[in-house]
């Protein structure tokens, strides 16, 4: 069934159909832009075709195929009997209109190298992977299905245990049966993946998001797919894996940035987030908004040369009514009350013998502006959320009454209100209270598909956020519950669901690890009983990794040489302590001649969830459980960034939750 040198000559006509892709890419982007036809449809052929060039022109100098698939002549392997297939990260065509040399991995036939096993082989006689050393195809491994065959095999666990150098790579070479039915799962159904360390979450989420671009490329086109991450630094650790799977035309982003009206130049005190970012405050926004709107009193009257048409205040008053018991967006319902009033004065015109023209009911429209900011004024979220947490004026209603305890209402409102909502200063929890408003002033974008990590981490608030740009739209929600470290994680996935607005979301467990070695999930895994959620224990797939815990008197010059150490391994290195122990610890290694940055990295624990290095230095456990309320669930974070050797260094007792009795010098 193929030789080395036979997968090496199959290797070079993929090299050559790559050149002739490009080749023919290029030569389409000059037809496309003199082709006729309307100007749109030629500029938007045009783009896709510059941006397929660009494409294959940028495609990495790397395996064009990492597996093949030998279908068996059986009754089960239907049109594909006898036939083999390369699957690679890319489609590759074939000469001269012949089969393709290369199948995308997203394509129905390539399902099978995920799902076939001995007991179930799908039609599959052979499943062959590839093994590689930059360019050159250096091996292969075949399992025959057919007859029985099954392994992991040391090309799958080499891909799997490979150094983790530079930002997260995609794992299409390794993808697992649970992982591949969470890729492909329709595009209709949102999902719950809750993933312990290193299970592949959020691999799962963006090969997710690759698939359903190829899948439903026409409606993904139009409503376009956004991915959400917790942080900047993690949304830079993911940015290539999507792009080195073809997939450019996805918007990936913080919820942060996504909803920012403002710059955030204030910070709440804990109770103050807490209260804002509680589900409530969407009660009291829309109390304050819909405050605005007032009983009409008077007539509109508009002039109209020495004519004076007038819609009077019980036909205003009706107009209002209903348009508020339509639940529109505020805005657009001030705009339909506008419509409604210059649609009576029109009838009143008209029958009168007045003609109608579009000039003079754009007129009439500005007319009745002042009588329409008498009784459904314009508003803006600034000004809004400048109200509520402005406090209310003497003698006026508070929107919060009924809904928060004197003691948040306290907590919300500013000891020092600015003058205006000019001066205001934001904090990152008012980003989400001016989203909320201004989602009621007008409906936001919407996407196709929206994923979002680390979703255990956010608020009622932020979940409603999210909901509303998925509104007719699908989610992949990924987390897990044991790593929540904000004030209001999640400890229950179905209440995040209902709060996302997909109460009907399948949630799936992903317990399987496979870049975190058991030693190190073995010690993760005596902080579970302690986290206050009930998630299920990882187990890894790996049986190589280290662990060394380590009590010193000095920390510093421990760290120290744990890192220099670690650097005379393959791979990345992470420092990590509690943010207020990173400049000293900084500070040393840059005086012992240590080079921070490149291949070592020294974080707070607070920004290093999703993260993962080679090699980990966790420096006093105990500080970090004592630096915030959730600190243990920190700790469980920072222990699980490590996907081949750990290091505990600590000059202070461990928190008993770890179970190290045992562990020498601890």
């Known amino acids: 069934m193929g030789t080395l ?12 159909a790559l050149r002739r892709m490009l080749d023919s890419a290029r030569e389409n982007v000059i037809v496309g832009e003199t082709v006729a036809g309307d100007r749109y449809s030629a500029e938007r052929l045009g783009r896709h075709l510059k941006s397929l060039a660009k494409e294959l022109d940028e ?25 083999a297939y390369h699957i690679g990260r890319r489609h590759i065509s074939g000469e001269h209109g012949g089969p393709p040399v290369v199948i ?5 036939v390539a399902r099978a190298f ?56 995609d794992i299409v070479a390794t993808i697992q049966p649970e992982q591949d039915e969470l890729v492909r799962a329709d595009l209709d159904t949102s999902i719950c993946v809750q993933g312990g360390p290193g299970t592949g979450k959020t691999a799962v989420g963006l090969h997710r998001a690759a698939y359903l671009l190829y899948a439903h490329r026409k409606r993904l086109e139009r409503s376009g797919v956004l991915v959400l991450g917790p942080n900047p630094a993690f949304l830079g650790y993911i940015a290539a894996v999507l792009p080195a799977l073809g997939e450019m035309d996805t918007e990936q982003t913080t919820l942060e940035r996504l909803i920012a009206r403002a710059p955030v130049t204030a910070v709440d005190g804990e109770q103050a987030a807490i209260v804002k970012h509680d589900v409530r405050m969407a009660q009291v926004l829309r109390r304050a908004l819909y405050a605005r709107i007032r009983r009409p009193v008077e007539p509109v009257v508009v002039p109209d040369g020495s004519t004076r048409w007038r819609v009077h205040e019980d036909e205003l008053r009706r107009i209002v009514d209903d348009t508020r018991r339509e639940s529109l967006p505020y805005g657009v319902g001030r705009e339909r009350v506008r419509a409604r009033v210059v649609s009576a004065v029109r009838r009143q015109a008209e029958s009168r013998g ?45 929107p919060a009454d ?15 209100p600015p003058r205006s909502p000019a001066g205001a200063r934001w904090s990152a929890a008012d980003l989400v209270l001016l989203d909320e408003v201004a989602c009621l002033l007008e409906r936001p974008r919407g996407y196709g598909h929206v994923i979002v990590d680390e979703a255990q981490d956010l608020s009622a608030m932020e979940c409603r956020a999210v909901a509303r740009r998925a509104e007719h739209g699908s989610l992949t929600v990924l987390g897990d519950l044991a790593q929540g470290t904000t004030p209001w994680a999640a400890t229950s996935w179905p209440e995040r669901m209902a709060l996302l607005g997909r109460p009907e979301g399948r949630v799936v467990a992903l317990t399987t690890g496979f870049r975190v070695p058991a030693a190190v999930v073995e010690l993760a895994n005596a902080l579970l009983p302690t986290l206050g959620v009930r998630v299920p224990a990882t187990r890894s797939y790996r049986s190589d990794g280290r662990l060394r815990v380590r009590r010193e008197d000095d920390l510093d010059k421990a760290v120290v040489a744990a890192a220099r150490e670690a650097l005379a391994f393959e791979g990345s290195v ?21 080079e921070v940055g490149g291949r070592l990295t020294v974080l707070p624990a607070s920004t290093a969830k999703g993260l993962e290095y080679d090699h980990v230095v966790a420096v006093e456990p105990a500080a970090m459980v004592e630096a915030e309320p959730r600190g243990t669930n920190r700790l469980y974070v920072v222990l699980t960034r490590a996907v081949s050797r750990l290091d505990v260094i600590h000059s202070r007792p461990l928190p008993p939750a770890l179970g190290l009795p045992g562990q020498p010098g601890a």
């Open 574 to 594: 992470g420092v990590i302590a509690t943010d207020a122990a990173v400049p000293a610890l900084t500070a040393a290694l840059r005086a012992d001649g240590v």
């Open 5 to 16: 040198d036979e997968e090496r000559l199959h290797v070079a006509r993929c090299r050559a």
């Open 59 to 83: 495609e990495p100098d790397g395996p064009p195929f990492f597996g093949r698939l030998d279908f068996g002549s059986g009754e089960r392997s239907g049109e594909h009997g006898g036939r």
């Open 104 to 108: 995308d991995w997203r394509a129905p």
């Open 114 to 169: 995920y799902q076939a096993g001995a007991r179930d082989p799908q039609g599959v006689a052979l499943r062959r992977r590839f093994g590689w050393s930059g360019t050159t195809l250096t091996s292969f491994e075949d399992e025959r299905l057919e007859n029985g065959e099954e392994g992991g095999g040391t090309i799958l666990a080499a891909e799997i245990e490979r150094p983790r150098v530079g930002p997260m790579r």
């Open 354 to 398: 007045r003609t109608a023209t579009g000039a003079w009911l754009r007129k009439v429209g500005r007319a009745v502006t002042p009588a329409l900011d008498a009784v459904w004024p314009a508003a803006r979220p600034e000004e809004i959320v400048y109200e509520v947490l402005r406090g209310p004026a003497a003698g006026a209603p508070d």
């Open 402 to 416: 009924g809904v928060l305890t004197p003691a948040e209402r306290a907590a919300v409102t500013w000891t020092r």
